[in-house]
């Protein structure tokens, strides 16, 4: 195996950098000498760089790894790129004509020590003596003339760079720069998404995460759908196998990564996608997280990098479940990363690669030019709306104006509907596939070659297809509407090419009723309940909900949910897996679920009234409050099982103490003021005359954090309600109640206080790129070359 950074493939290694755009190839060659040279070289960003597109002032600093490095005399120093978009070019003299003159310029105003000039095109033996011998005569000390080649080699031994410029990856044979446990993992990761190694952008975001994974070993990436997270966490992994020859793991839940964490295997990659849930919060999976936690920490302690996706909306509701204190010391400032924060220039750079990568002709590009700084400004920029913009098969009726392609960046969601209209009926029954396709929960998505069963045959017939229609629909669709992956097995499989695109088929599939009843058979008891709602078909479709379920099927569903909540744990179920999926059904039909659903509901599931009263303390968290509160609201719940609901509340009450029936919105709902009235008098009857041995008792089962103790949360609204009443001796006995249990509540040990993350952050070395005023090279110069 061959040692860190060397070629392994027979050969120099030679990297497609005419791929690149001008302003990516200039950024690259700013980064090259910054590693290479070990200087701070500062980027220029537009046309008046007087003849220069980067410069380095001050003592020259030998670096402490002299690969690649000439012996470079004190500056200053000027830096100018020729970038050609035409592969396997060689550089004439003739060519840099204009570039003489700047460098005159230039040298009689004492700014230009050392030239360097970088191409990524080949320069021969002959041409690099003219050029020096032109510079010198312009009065340069020093010129340098260092040709594609030269890049190339420096790319393929300095794996930090690789690190930081992951782009990198996807211009050049992955054999020549990675030995062979790296290039294995590497080769799979980008098999799986070649097209968005090709248009990765280095951005801001990009570094802060690849920071936290080299400091921290643990990064979380959050933003909007279709902002890169996933390609983020992608470039990272391909990084780590390159960097630390990390074997890369994509599980799926918290438990899978810690089943799969090897103490023994040092260097493990962790990526896990939509962490807390896939288009709405799952709290089965927070819970998850949140149990499994100081397993992770310790994972990462020991050499483990972690990296989590998940949309901003979904850790929003998540984050209050993790109980923060039990990863204080990942600092979340430093390992929390939001995607979507990009620079004008990045937004840029996105859409140029993405136009660059795609299939519109050089006559459309051409057209779409003078508006493309505009669609990069336009609000809310989405990399998945620029990847649409390159491809012609989501443009047909795209009017060509500026009008017409910033609405398409903005607005693309809302034109998938007519692009799925356009589809023929194989395509169709293609997608209603693979949307439903899950069945095997270890396969999570349509397998290839196709199998239909019967549930798959009616959903191929009710589109119109067949089975011979629908793979070569499948095939087709590739690239532009579905992906095809690689399972650990070796089986592929087809997904949505990007999630926005399967919500927005599962939006266009709620105006087909025909195929809507079968794919909702196809679908997961998880997808079930995770992605559709059965509220009613005017009111406000909550973020992350991909289908609403038409009232007409409401008994169907209702008995199939029924079916779910009162399976027993199976053989192979362990207890906090049932635990999940019946907070699963509750949430459903505490949130989504509208009074007609619940209806049928009750219907199909009349034994759930006898066990609307099993609810816990806190009760404000137990979901069966919230069904009782919904039931009530429909006119659903019986006087006997509300009574009972009121029974339960008074008993836990007194015994956890739980005072969420003072201020809680179900109990609200719930209780009469009789009722409310009836509360107060038991607790003044049973709870305060033993506060004394009850906060003993209470004290002594403390475990968990002094910032977020139910206890303390519960009598402090207790002395705050009874003072409110005007009953001063009541509140008083309870303020002394909360002194005493303060005193006797143990102060839990941090069971994490042995792992101290290496918080040493290296000094960013890249400058803030100069801005200019006047005119300007736009980005987009060369698109239609």
Request: proline share 5%; hydrophobic share 40%; net charge negative.
């Amino acid at each position: 195996m061959s040692s860190a950074g060397e070629v392994v493939a027979v050969g120099s290694p030679r990297f497609a950098l005419h791929t690149l755009g001008w302003r990516a190839f200039q950024d690259l060659c700013a980064a090259v000498l910054r590693e290479v040279w070990g200087q701070s070289v500062q980027a220029f960003a537009d046309s008046n760089d007087g003849g220069r597109d980067g410069v380095f002032y001050g003592a020259w600093q030998q670096p402490t790894d002299p690969r690649g490095v000439r012996d470079v005399p004190p500056g200053p120093f000027v830096l100018q790129c020729k970038h050609t978009k035409k592969a396997d070019t060689t550089l004439a003299p003739s060519e840099l004509e204009d570039e003489f003159d700047k460098v005159s310029a230039l040298a009689k105003r004492g700014v230009c020590g050392t030239y360097v000039l970088l191409t990524n095109a080949r320069v021969t033996g002959a041409s690099e003596e003219e050029i020096r011998r032109r510079l010198r005569a312009c009065g340069v000390a020093h010129p340098l003339v260092l040709d594609g080649q030269w890049l190339s080699d420096m790319i393929a031994t300095h794996r930090r760079l690789r690190m930081f410029v992951p782009r990198v990856y996807g211009l050049g044979d992955l054999s020549q720069i990675l030995d062979e446990r790296a290039y294995a993992q590497a080769s799979v990761l980008m098999a799986s998404a070649p097209e968005q190694v090709a248009t990765f952008v280095v951005t801001g975001a990009y570094r802060k995460a690849a920071r936290a994974l080299r400091d921290h070993g643990f990064v979380l990436l959050l933003g909007d759908p279709a902002v890169g997270k996933s390609v983020i966490a992608l470039m990272l992994a391909i990084s780590a196998a390159d960097n630390w020859g990390c074997m890369a793991i994509k599980a799926r839940t918290s438990e899978e990564l810690v089943q799969r964490w090897n103490p023994h295997e040092k260097d493990q990659f962790f990526w896990l996608d939509d962490a807390f849930g896939a288009v709405r919060h799952e709290e089965h999976l927070t819970h998850a997280w949140a149990r499994d936690l100081p397993h992770v920490m310790s994972a990462v302690k020991n050499g483990a990098r972690v990296v989590l996706t998940s949309r901003s909306y979904i850790y929003n509701e998540a984050r209050p479940l993790l109980k923060p204190y039990s990863y204080p010391r990942l600092h979340e400032q430093h390992v929390t990363v939001d995607v979507a924060d990009l620079t004008r220039e990045e937004r840029q750079q996105i859409l140029y690669n993405h136009l660059s990568a795609g299939d519109q002709p050089q006559d459309v590009r051409a057209q779409m030019k003078p508006h493309l700084e505009a669609a990069a400004d336009a609000e809310p920029f989405r990399p998945e709306a620029a990847r649409r913009l390159g491809l012609q098969a989501f443009t047909s009726k795209l009017l060509l104006t500026r009008q017409g392609i910033t609405a398409f960046m903005t607005q693309s969601q809302q034109l998938l509907s007519d692009i799925y209209d356009q589809l023929d009926t194989h395509a169709h029954a293609a997608l209603a596939l693979t949307y439903a396709t899950a069945r095997d929960e270890t396969l999570p998505g349509l397998p290839n070659p196709i199998a239909l069963d019967a549930g798959d045959r009616d959903i191929v017939e009710r589109a119109g297809s067949t089975q011979p229609g629908v793979s070569k629909a499948a095939v087709a669709l590739t690239g532009v509407f579905l992906r095809l992956n690689t399972y650990q097995d070796g089986q592929e499989y087809w997904t949505f090419h990007h999630p926005t695109l399967r919500e927005g088929f599962a939006a266009w599939l709620t105006t087909q009723p025909h195929l809507l009843p079968m794919v909702l058979m196809g679908m997961t008891d998880q997808s079930l309940l995770s992605q559709t709602d059965c509220l009613t078909p005017r009111s406000e479709q909550r973020q992350g909900t991909l289908l609403r379920i038409p009232p007409s099927l409401y008994p169907e569903v209702a008995r199939r949910v029924a079916t779910l909540r009162q399976q027993p744990c199976g053989p192979l179920e362990e207890w906090h897996q049932l635990y999940e999926r019946q907070r699963a059904v509750q949430t459903y039909l505490a949130h989504y679920s509208s009074d007609g659903f619940l209806r049928a509901y009750v219907a199909a599931d009349p034994q759930i009234y006898k066990e609307l009263d099993q609810f816990t303390s806190p009760v404000s968290y137990d979901k069966l409050t919230t069904i009782l509160a919904r039931l009530h609201q429909a006119d659903l719940l019986p006087e006997e099982f509300r009574k009972r609901a009121i029974n339960r509340m008074k008993e836990l009450a007194v015994s956890s103490p739980d005072a969420s029936w003072i201020d809680d919105e179900d109990w609200q709902l719930l209780l009469t003021d009789t009722d409310r009235e009836e509360m107060f008098e038991y607790v003044l009857r049973k709870l305060i005359p033993s506060l004394e041995h009850r906060v003993e008792d209470w004290a002594a089962e403390f475990s968990g954090s002094v910032d977020d103790d139910p206890v303390e949360d519960a009598l402090r609204l207790y002395e705050e309600a009874f003072r409110e009443r005007h009953n001063t001796d009541t509140a008083s006995r309870i303020d002394w109640a909360i002194d005493s249990y303060q005193q006797m509540r143990p102060i839990p040990e941090d069971t994490d206080s042995d792992w101290t993350p290496n918080a040493t952050n290296l000094r960013e070395r890249l400058s803030q790129i100069r801005q200019h005023s006047g005119n300007q090279r736009s980005l987009f110069d060369d698109i239609d070359q």
